[in-house]
């Protein structure tokens, strides 16, 4: 059955550059369908993709919108190697570290590399240790899964 909702990205010039990137660090990813202006050989338009399993459009529509916080890409991590891996390859070639987990890869689309129990560690009955946990991820950039633990 298709996806009812599609997250749709609007890249300036460069989007055929950001989904080699992605499709390159989630498994089951792929293009799906793409499209070029004149012909097969021109110059890249849109594609519907899949990152993970989950479809996304992209296309590149030109400098007139550029991408803000207010949406970001969340990624479940359910290891710290997973967490550094994905971190390292979107900040590269100009991507900038945020605090609390967050970044933003050079294209400028936000993403929030999150381990999988930081909800079950925000959300712990002893208040005082999830009021720890809060505290020490308002201190990190990238998430260490060891040390929010500890909290």
Known sequence: ???????FLWFDDNAEQALELYLSLFPDS???QSSRMDGPNGKFFSATFQLAGQQFMAINGGPHYRFTEAVSLF??????EEIDRLTARLLE???TQQPCGWLKDRF???WQ???????????????????RVMQAMLGMKKLD???LERA
């Open 108 to 110: 400028g689309l936000s």
């Open 75 to 80: 990624v479940d991590c359910e290891t710290q």
């Open 145 to 147: 899964i060891a040390a």
């Open 30 to 32: 792929k293009i799906i």
């Open 1 to 7: 059955m298709p996806q009812k909702i599609t997250t």
């Open 113 to 131: 590399i999150i381990p999988s129990n930081l909800g079950k560690l925000l959300g712990d009955p002893d208040r005082a240790k999830a009021g």
């Open 93 to 95: 070639g100009g991507g």
